[in-house]
């Protein structure tokens, strides 16, 4: 049984190596702060889906996405090329990832949902019926 794949080794060095060209090298004043959350490439290594989130706001993600998937695309796949000694690497297909708005949506729900539950409905005892 293998414990990492080979996929996934290659999608974790390219996320390491896209974090760090994104912080350091992208100069556009359009693009903000962008985290990349994970990099998932297949298995003939010809794409890699690289999912990342902005901040403070998420409102400017259309806009970073296809700065991303356009001019930008090309001068990260040559960072990466300097970096990772592939064979061929991978084209870039920049998602803006939305699983972290949802779970921040999901945790003032249950935050709401706790605060206005009374307090007979909270309490958990340990009595059989």
């Not at 974790?12 to 556009?28: G, I, N, S, Y």
């Not at 889906?49 to 259309?62: G, H, L, N, S």
């Not at 090329?81 to 998602?95: D, K, N, S, W």
């Not at 779970?103 to 009595?127: F, H, K, M, W, Y």
């Amino acid at each position: 049984m293998k414990e990492f794949d080979r996929t996934e080794r290659i999608g974790a060095e390219l996320k390491r190596v896209l974090a760090v060209a994104v912080r350091d090298q992208v100069r556009d004043p359009r693009l903000g702060n962008i985290t990349v959350h994970e990099v998932r490439v297949t298995r003939d290594l010809a794409h890699a889906k690289v999912f990342f989130t902005c901040f403070p706001t998420d409102e400017d993600a259309p806009t970073q996405e296809r700065l991303l998937n356009g001019p930008l695309s090309g001068f990260l796949r040559h960072a990466i090329a300097r970096e990772v000694r592939l064979r061929t690497i991978p084209q870039l297909h920049f998602v803006f990832d939305t699983s972290i708005g949802y779970g921040e949506r999901l945790s003032s729900l249950i935050d709401n949902a706790v605060a206005t539950a009374s307090p007979d409905a909270c309490q958990v005892t340990d009595q059989e019926p």
